[in-house]
Nanobody
Framework: QLVESGGGLLQPGESLTLSCVAS????????MGWFRQAPGKEREYVAT????????LYSDSVKGRFTVSRDEAKNTGYLQMNNLKPEDTAIYFC????????????WGQGTQVTVSS
């Protein structure tokens, strides 16, 4: 089971780091993915990190502003979000992914991020 935390209410331009911890054991999947869902919209891919190698990929909408990382010893992934924009407002989820990056399971409950002036 993955558990996200760290959401909040921020102003445009501020930064925030989300955490995703694999509770109950070691994170053993190939990758950890981050997704978000804004009100009235479909869930959107944000970023992914290969757990062992640390290789990262980002969606165009967050590239250059968001950084995904992980701490293997803590079984925890992080999504650092800089220069937040109102369009980043969404519920953010983490999930465990396979080698293809197409299949994700063990979705967390999500954490709300709201960016508003």
């Amino acid at each position: 089971q993955l558990v996200e935390s760290g959401g909040g209410l921020l102003q445009p331009g501020e930064s925030l780091t989300l955490s995703c911890v694999a509770s109950g054991g070691t994170f053993s999947r190939f990758r950890m993915g981050w997704f978000r869902q804004a009100p009235g919209k479909e869930r959107e891919y944000v970023a992914t990190i290969e757990w062992r190698r640390g290789r990262t990929l980002y969606s165009d909408s967050v590239k250059g502003r968001f950084t995904v990382s992980r701490d293997e010893a803590k079984n925890t992934g992080y999504l650092q979000m800089n220069n937040l924009k109102p369009e980043d407002t969404a519920i953010y989820f983490c999930a465990a992914g396979d080698i293809t990056g197409k299949h994700y399971t063990n979705w967390g409950q999500g954490t709300q991020v709201t960016v508003s002036s």
